[in-house]
């Protein structure tokens, strides 16, 4: 039967399956086509339908059923609104579904093609149809494992269309659309279902933030499931996902944090390319859709610990995009600069727990650790980040502060930002060939363009790659000349750390070598003496290095070579040439005729060269020999040319010739030179240097350029000098000129003598050991007598002042005319004459003495009868004297000299040594128990050397403790403590403690707790009997060591100064502070604070407001009295201070915890949370101690200073405070917390201790401010200006603070202003009339007055938060106009009441209650005034 025939004959029988495909094919060929009236009755369903499963069962159903559910559907949709055809086609939808999801037909393009089909008809479809297809699709939800198995849910978006916006729909159609969605989210989702998922999530817009939000959360908890190779192309539907307002946070962060952290688990390599990609996919996406820069900008913002290394190369792909460049890397800077704050606050924060110290330090390491991976995976197919790098590295090397360049160096490796910026722009350098060029040409403009300081990490940094990568750094020698080509226009020291940068690569360049002694000849000449100094520099630096690389024979490379190219190999070959120090002959002569500095340089620049190679000594010898020659004469009798060492320019005096540096420079080369004449070369290796011997000089000795012609040069100084003054030694001067001309000359003439004299002593002692026995007390005997000459020197141009050893110690070490200059210099380092050996020497030479009691005994001379006992006594004195200025001197010049400088391993060597001879003079010197009264004469006579016993105590101290700042960690301390520990005490008592203390496992630990108990403890106690200033560098000894003890010593040690603060009693004022500041930073959180918190109660009793109730003597802290109570006011305010700081990073800190607990940042918020709760409640406990010392001195007669710095304290401590309520207070869209006890706790201690009594302190204050004024001082005017600064900022941070606990009060329910105190002191000025209160009826007044208020409290939310904005917003007044204001009281509480009816009432009894309350008794007039408000009955019943 034909397809015609079939269709024209209404009573034919039922179509089979075949006839329905042939009639979909006849309808494609034929127009005006009408449907067969079988096809049309609903009877005809069942058999339709059953052909579908039918074919379902055979072998291969795929085709087949496609086949004819298509022909069915073509034949549905020439009249899909018939409803017999409507019914069809729900019929045969849901019977596909169930087929579908039975797993009777696959999912391949055939399902793919027929449900699509569907798609196209289901708007054809009733509602309740609709229903049941979706429902008959959700049936199979938990089968869908791969893509294809979900092809049905492309039809959920259409369902979900027609359901919600179809004519008849209603809320039934609607909250079924909403099951339907949470059907899916709660179950579990396969990786098929998740790729569908999201390929579909655009479709679904109609979903709330809540559904959108499981949704975006579902997809990257079941992530972990996806393929690898389907990682990117789903990220990317999620970008595109986001770029639609679906969720743009959680998706950046979800993104983030997964590549972050869980993408780890897979294979390495393959996840490296697949990040990359997604790297791309973000920066396209950026460029495609901004704001979605901007959520990943905002996501590291807020969250600065949601930090990983695809979060680092996230931002630095998106900082390619020119709009995010800028913004993102800053983000980044701020992000490292804020965990590097963190651990080093918190590193030395004593209240802060241990758990959130270890996390700052695990954070610090983690944010390192992420840029370092971020940076060293660009070379996997991330080259388009390689500049965001590059910008980033520079920018943080622009950051780094030269003060804190090493900070982090001993930190558990830590490294700091310049170490990490160097090492990042390193590793760049290495791996990527294109970025090398940038990296120079960034450093050369850098290095021009910045100033000295911020130049100097660019500086090491291309250091750092001359060193690493020598031969890669060849092929940029163009560069480097162009940058040597601006040495003489910048600064000193950059210029010189240039070089010394440059120097290891010019041992490779034979054409740089080249250029840059050309810089530097041309240096020479230039008019600007930094540039000649700095090119000085240099010259000693090439010549020292060619020796240093000849000496260690890395001339060769043959451990690198095998890296550079050929040209490369030839130049090295080409390199070893002639010795520098001939070429540079020319250039060292012109230096010696400049300025001193300069020849300083080149004197040390030629025993460094001696040091590095002891062969050079005898030429360098013969080439000062005619410039030595200029100031040494011998033709008739021995002269000492000092008077042709200065100058007069500039109307003064300058040194022009540093004789004493040039003696220091032969001296020591003689001492290093090696005497055997076949280690020299001969003549003829070394050409003529320029000069010729005079015949005089020639028949003096034949070829006077020798160690013996130096040596006996030496000899003649010395017993030139011996014996005689100033005047016989430069002699009589024909020039008249004015005093301080004289003066000035003098003092430069002694300063050169000086320095001579210390190079003498200097060489003989050195030179002790190599004399035989019975020549030694010659010797020893003319080390007394310099020291004497020395000491009469000082004395004869008033260099030495009894009030000033400070000056001494200095002149000591710098001896020159900035000797007054005590700052680490870069243009010059200090090199003491003496070395360390020698001041040991002079040590025991001076115990020698002092058990002797007898100098004439050091000559073997049998001769007593010269030396008196008084004379003894003196030389002893001086010696002692001597020999501690030079050594405090010495130890504080080795802290300034650089480790690489080879002078101070020749000069300093190992200063331990110097560590037992000066406890043995603290025990000698140590002060005696107090004297009877019977001695008093005695002591009158003696006073002169009592005096200078205390001064000689001190320098030993004061050498004492730089030396321990020298070893101050590590085995280097260990090994100073054990030989310490070796020298015999006075009282060698046996101590319990000192036997725990053996018991302690860490040497370090334990030398240290031995030392303190048996040395440091005692002395200290000795030391305070005798009310001595040093007890003050004895403290900080200990305060030192103290950094290297646990908590539980540090706490044992702290309970002993504790009880010393109670039961010692004195009137030094260092003393006092001295000791509590040791009791205070020795005793562990919170019992520190505890302490400053009575010692303040206790300074109260002594400096309280009523003097006739003061104390002379703190019954509990002895140590506090009339005497000391200034300096402990002063150190409880520093501790404050100190408190303050820290509540501030706490603060900083807490809303970060705040920020990740609210907005749900980390899916690990259990975490976050218990480490905000602990930080919490320090934060709390610490604020709470800050208000019960600062509680105590609002209460006290505070004068001038002390008052100043306590209101800025004040200020500083009302603004924390309002910041740590304000965070209490939940944003919007955040659930309220309620305060906790702790917290209300401490709002009501400050309201009641500190806001309350604060009005009238500052009331009182500024009523003695006006008595002040009526004597016209200018100081104390000043003075009062400064404070009134700061009263208007205190009244406005209190106002401040009490406008945020009014907010959260209002949000909580909790009147928090309780016990608040309303201020009466808008205008910023308090000034009370004198009348006395005429009567009790104020009281009535402020009672009702409460009531009213406390009643208006929260009734009207609307109101009161008006009122706040008011409060904000409201004009302050300068203290100039609040004079003016007659009354003191007028519209105090206009912006906290409640605006009612009664207003002008409260107002005028305001006003006359502030008219009423006055009288002269300060403490009186505060018990009268009810400053606190009290809660009504109804108050308690709303709050």
Not at 1115 to 1131: K, L
Request: glycine content about 4%; overall charge negative.
């Amino acid at each position: 039967m034909t397809v015609v025939a079939a269709a024209e004959e209404p009573t034919q029988r039922p179509f089979t399956d075949n006839d329905v495909i042939r009639l979909a094919q006849y309808h494609h060929c034929q127009t005006g086509f009408s449907l067969p009236p079988y096809l049309l009755s609903p009877s005809s369903h069942d058999s339709l339908l059953s052909y579908l499963k039918s074919r379902s069962s055979s072998p291969s159903p795929s085709k087949p059923v496609s086949e004819y559910v298509i022909a069915l559907l073509s034949l549905i949709s020439l009249s899909p609104t018939t409803p017999s055809l409507s019914s069809l086609l729900a019929s045969l939808l849901i019977s596909y579904t169930q087929i579908f999801n039975s797993g009777k037909i696959p999912s391949d393009s055939d399902s793919l093609k027929t449900i699509q089909l569907f798609g196209t008809l289901l708007r054809h479809l009733h509602v309740k149809e609709v229903k049941f297809v979706v429902d008959s699709i959700l049936l199979g939800v938990s089968r869908v494992i791969t893509v294809d198995e979900a092809q049905l849910f492309d039809l959920l978006p259409v369902c979900f269309d027609l359901l919600r916006n179809s004519r008849e729909a209603k809320a039934s159609e609607i909250d079924f659309v909403d099951s339907a969605i949470d059907r899916v989210l709660s179950c579990e989702w396969s990786k098929g279902l998740l790729t569908k998922m999201v390929s579909l999530a655009k479709e679904f817009s109609f979903l709330d933030k809540g559904r959108k939000s499981e949704l975006v959360e579902k997809v990257f908890l079941g992530i972990k499931l996806i393929d690898l190779q389907d990682l990117p192309s789903l990220v990317y539907q999620l970008l595109v996902l986001a770029s639609k307002g679906f969720c743009k946070r959680e998706v950046i962060g979800g993104v983030v944090g997964f590549f972050g952290s869980k993408a780890e688990t897979r294979v390495a390599s393959v996840v490296r390319q697949i990040e990359g990609t997604v790297l791309l996919h973000v920066n396209f996406a950026v460029k495609q859709d901004p704001s979605l820069g901007l959520e990943v900008v905002a996501l590291v913002k807020s969250d600065l610990r949601a930090f990983n290394h695809f979060t680092v190369a996230v931002l630095f792909s998106v900082a390619r995009v020119r709009k995010f460049g800028e913004n993102s890397l800053g983000i980044l800077r701020t992000a490292l600069l804020n965990a590097y704050n963190d651990y080093r606050l918190s590193k030395d924060c004593k209240w802060l727990p241990d758990e959130l110290k270890e996390d700052s330090f695990l954070h610090a390491k983690l944010v390192e650790k992420s840029l370092l991976r971020a940076v060293s995976e660009c070379r996997y197919g991330r080259e388009h980040v390689v500049p965001s790098v590059i910008q980033f590295g520079f920018m943080l090397l622009e950051s780094v502060e030269e003060s804190r360049s090493n900070e982090f160096g001993d930190s558990n490796g830590v490294l700091g930002i310049e170490k990490l910026s160097i090492q990042i722009l390193g590793t760049l350098f290495e791996v990527h060939d294109m970025t090398r060029n940038e990296i120079i040409e960034q450093c050369k403009f850098r290095i021009l363009s910045l100033k000295c300081a911020k130049s100097k990490p660019i500086v090491r940094l291309l250091r750092y790659l001359v060193q690493r990568y020598s031969l890669i750094m060849l092929e940029f020698v163009h560069h480097l000349k162009e940058l040597l080509g601006y040495f003489t226009f910048m600064e000193g020291n950059i210029s010189c750390l240039l070089v010394s940068a440059v120097i290891p690569l010019i041992k490779f360049s034979h054409d740089l070598q080249d250029y840059t002694i050309l810089v530097i000849r041309k240096a020479m000449f230039r008019r600007e003496y930094t540039v000649r100094v700095a090119a000085t520099k240099v010259i000693t630096d090439l010549i020292l290095a060619e020796k240093q690389a000849k000496r260690d024979g890395s001339f060769t490379l043959q451990d690198s070579s095998s890296q550079a190219s050929s040209s490369q190999q030839t130049e090295m070959s080409c390199i070893v040439r002639g010795n520098l120090f001939t070429e540079l002959n020319g250039l060292l002569q012109r230096c010696l005729y400049q300025q001193a500095l300069v020849k300083e340089v080149v004197y040390d620049g030629l025993v460094k060269l001696v040091l590095i190679d002891p062969s050079t000594g005898g030429h360098v010898l013969d080439f000062l020999m005619p410039h030595f020659l200029r100031f040494f004469r011998q033709d008739t009798d021995f002269q000492l040319g000092i008077i042709s060492c200065i100058k007069l320019e500039g109307g003064k005096y300058i040194i022009e010739e540093p004789l004493d540096r040039l003696l220091f420079c032969i001296s020591w080369i003689l001492l290093l030179q090696v005497h055997n004449s076949s280690d020299r070369p001969s003549d003829a290796a070394w050409p003529c240097f320029g000069f010729s011997l005079s015949q005089d000089n020639e028949q003096q000795g034949g070829r006077n350029i020798s160690h013996e012609v130096y040596s006996n040069a030496l000899v003649k100084i010395r017993n030139f000098l011996l014996g005689k003054n100033l005047e016989d030694i430069v002699g009589q001067s024909q020039d008249t000129v004015s005093a301080s001309l004289e003066d000035d000359k003098r003092k430069s003439y002694c300063l050169i003598i000086l320095g001579i004299i210390q190079v003498q002593l200097n060489y003989i002692i050195v030179d002790l050991e190599k004399q035989p026995e019975g020549k030694k007390g010659a010797v020893r005997k003319e080390i007394v007598d310099l020291i004497d000459l020395y000491e009469s020197l000082e004395k004869d141009v008033g260099k030495l002042k009894p009030s000033n050893i400070g000056k001494r110690v200095r002149f000591s070490t710098c001896n020159d005319t900035d000797a007054g200059n005590t700052s680490i210099s870069e243009e010059r380092e200090k090199v003491p004459f003496l070395a360390t050996s020698s001041i040991y020497q002079l040590f025991l030479l001076s115990f020698k003495l002092y058990s002797s009691k007898s100098v004439g005994t050091l000559s073997g001379s049998q001769d007593h009868s010269q030396s008196s006992p008084a004379k003894t006594e003196k030389s002893i004195s001086k010696i002692f004297s001597f020999t501690l200025q030079v050594c405090v001197g010495h130890i504080r010049s080795s802290l300034c000299m650089k480790e690489e400088n080879p002078l101070k391993p020749l000069v300093c060597g190992d200063m331990k040594v110097l560590g037992p001879p000066l406890l043995k003079v603290l025990y000698l010197l140590k002060p005696d128990p107090p004297l009877a009264t019977g001695q008093t004469k005695k002591d009158s006579k003696g006073k002169k050397d009592a005096e200078g016993r205390k001064q000689c105590l001190h320098l030993a101290l004061l050498s004492l403790k730089e030396l321990l700042n020298i070893y101050s960690s590590g085995s280097g301390l260990t090994g100073l403590l054990e030989d310490l520990l070796a020298v015999p005490a006075s009282e060698d008592a046996t101590l319990e403690e000192c036997r725990e203390a053996s018991r302690i496992e860490d040497p370090l630990v334990k030398g240290i707790e031995i030392f303190m108990e048996k040395i440091m403890k005692p002395m200290i106690t000795d030391f305070i009997a005798q009310n001595s200033n040093d007890v003050e560098i004895l403290c900080a000894i200990m305060l030192k060591l103290g950094n290297n003890l646990p908590d539980k010593s540090k706490q044992r040690h702290g309970s002993w100064a504790h009880q010393m603060c109670r039961s010692c009693e004195t009137s030094n004022t260092t003393v006092a502070k001295s000791i509590v500041k040791l009791a205070i930073s020795f005793t562990t959180s919170p019992g520190d604070l505890c302490i400053a918190v009575e010692v303040a109660k206790e300074l109260q009793n002594i400096m309280g407001l009523d003097k006739s109730d003061t104390l002379e003597v703190s019954e509990s802290y002895m140590v506090i009295n009339q005497s000391t109570s200034a300096s402990v006011t002063s150190c409880i305010l520093q501790s404050t201070d100190s408190a303050i700081v820290e509540m501030d990073w706490a603060t900083k800190k807490l809303k970060n915890f705040y920020v990740v607990s609210q907005k749900n940042i980390h899916l690990n918020d259990e975490t976050e949370s218990t480490v905000g709760l602990v930080l919490e409640e320090a934060l709390y406990s610490m604020a709470e101690s800050t208000v019960r010392i600062l509680s105590s001195f609002v209460l006290m007669n505070l004068k001038d200073s002390q008052a100043a710095q306590f209101l800025r304290l004040a200020v500083r401590f009302y603004k924390q405070l309002a910041q740590i309520v304000k965070l209490r207070i939940a944003p919007k869209g955040c659930k309220q917390i309620l305060p906790s006890l702790k917290f209300q706790k401490l709002v009501e201690l400050t309201c009641k201790s500190l806001t309350v009594p604060l009005y009238p302190f500052l009331s009182e204050m500024q009523k003695e401010q006006q008595e002040s004024v009526s004597s016209n001082s200018k100081g104390i005017i000043n003075k009062i200006k400064q404070e009134n600064k700061c009263i208007p900022d205190l009244i406005f941070q209190i106002e401040d603070c009490e406008r945020y606990l009014i907010q959260l009060s209002k949000v909580t329910k909790l009147n928090l202003l309780r016990h608040a105190k309303r201020s009466t002191a808008r205008d910023f000025k308090i000034i009370e009339d004198a009348e006395p209160p005429a009567g009790d009826e104020d009281g009535g007044n402020q009672e009702e007055e409460t009531e009213i208020q406390n009643n208006n409290f929260g009734i009207n939310e609307d109101d009161l938060r008006q009122e706040s904005d008011d409060d904000g917003s409201e004009e302050m007044l300068s203290p100039r106009n609040a004079s003016s204001v007659s009354s003191p009281g007028l519209d105090s509480d206009k912006a906290i009441a409640a605006e009612t009816e009664e207003d002008d009432e409260e107002e005028k009894e305001e006003q006359e209650e502030g008219k009423e309350e006055s009288g002269d008794n300060r403490p009186k007039k505060m018990a009268k005034k009810s400053w606190v408000v009290e809660d009504s009955d109804e108050d308690s019943e709303t709050f």
